[in-house]
T-cell receptor, first 112, second 116 residues
Framework: DAKTTQPPSMDCAEGRAANLPCNHS???????VYWYRQIHSQGPQYIIH?????ETNEMASLIITEDRKSSTLILPHATLRDTAVYYC?????????????WGAGTKLIIKP | SQTIHQWPATLVQPVGSPLSLECTVE??????LYWYRQAAGRGLQLLFY??????ISSEVPQNLSASRPQDRQFILSSKKLLLSDSGFYLC???????????????FGPGTRLTVL
C-alpha cells in the first residue's frame, strides 16, 4: 500500500509556481521522500529527494515539514512541458535494499 | 553518463504465448536492476529486483520470471502470457553505495505490452 496521499489532479498557469502537496503521516525516521514525474507513455523521471531538510536543484524545490508528515514540491516557473503525473514516494527498507512505494500521483496540467 | 535501454517499445502478444523483454544499462558497473509494471492510471508496482548476476528477488507472485545473465542485462520472461499481464513494463537501475546512501532509481523508456 502507498504511504503517501496526493490530490488526483491540479492546474497551474504557465509561468507561475506549481506547488504540489503530499501527505506521508506514517513515514519513519529514516525513510526518504522522493519525487518523480511521468510524461504520458514515458518512463518516470527523477526530480528530487529529501529526508529532513529542504532541498533544491535545477528542476525543483522540496519543502518538508518539521514533523516530516507532509511535503511540497515546488516548480518555480511552470512551463507547458511540465504537464505530467507527479509521484510523491516514500523509500522503505527491504532486505539489503530499498523499495519505492508508489501511489497514484497528481496529474498536473499547466495551462497557457 | 549512464544510459538504460529497453526493447521492444511496444508489443502485442496472444494469450498463452511466451514473453521476453530485455533491459540493458550502459555507463555503470554492478547496478541494482528493477522491473516494474504499471497498470493504466496507476502507480508502479515492483515485480523483481536484482543486486547482482544471478541474484533475483521477487516481490509479487505472478506469471512472470526474471533473469540477470550479465552484470548490466536484466530480462523479464513468461512461458504463457495471461490477459492480466497487459501493462507498461519499466526497467530501472540504481547504484548501491551502502546503507546511508540514497540510491536513486533511474528508469528506462518502458515497453507497452498488450495481451489479446
Amino acid at each position: 500500500d502507498a504511504k503517501t496521499t496526493q490530490p488526483p489532479s491540479m492546474d497551474c498557469a504557465e509561468g507561475r509556481a506549481a506547488n504540489l502537496p503530499c501527505n506521508h503521516s506514517t513515514i519513519s525516521g529514516n525513510e526518504y521522500v522522493y519525487w518523480y514525474r511521468q510524461i504520458h507513455s514515458q518512463g518516470p523521471q527523477y526530480i528530487i529527494h529529501g529526508l529532513k531538510n529542504n532541498e533544491t536543484n535545477e528542476m525543483a524545490s522540496l519543502i518538508i515539514t518539521e514533523d516530516r508528515k507532509s511535503s511540497t514540491l515546488i516548480l518555480p516557473h511552470a512551463t507547458l512541458r511540465d504537464t505530467a503525473v507527479y509521484y510523491c514516494i516514500v523509500r522503505v527498507a527491504m532486505d539489503s535494499n530499498y523499495q519505492l512505494i508508489w501511489g497514484a500521483g497528481t496529474k498536473l496540467i499547466i495551462k497557457p | 553518463s549512464q544510459t538504460i535501454h529497453q526493447w521492444p517499445a511496444t508489443l502485442v502478444q496472444p494469450v498463452g504465448s511466451p514473453l521476453s523483454l530485455e533491459c540493458t544499462v550502459e555507463g555503470t558497473s554492478n547496478p541494482n536492476l528493477y522491473w516494474y509494471r504499471q497498470a493504466a492510471g496507476r502507480g508502479l508496482q515492483l515485480l523483481f529486483y536484482s543486486v547482482g548476476i544471478g541474484q533475483i528477488s521477487s516481490e509479487v507472485p505472478q506469471n512472470l520470471s526474471a533473469s540477470r545473465p550479465q552484470d548490466r542485462q536484466f530480462i523479464l520472461s513468461s512461458k504463457k502470457l495471461l490477459l492480466s499481464d497487459s501493462g507498461f513494463y519499466l526497467c530501472a537501475w540504481s547504484v548501491w553505495r551502502g546503507p546511508l546512501s540514497t540510491d536513486t532509481q533511474y528508469f528506462g523508456p518502458g515497453t507497452r505490452l498488450t495481451v489479446l
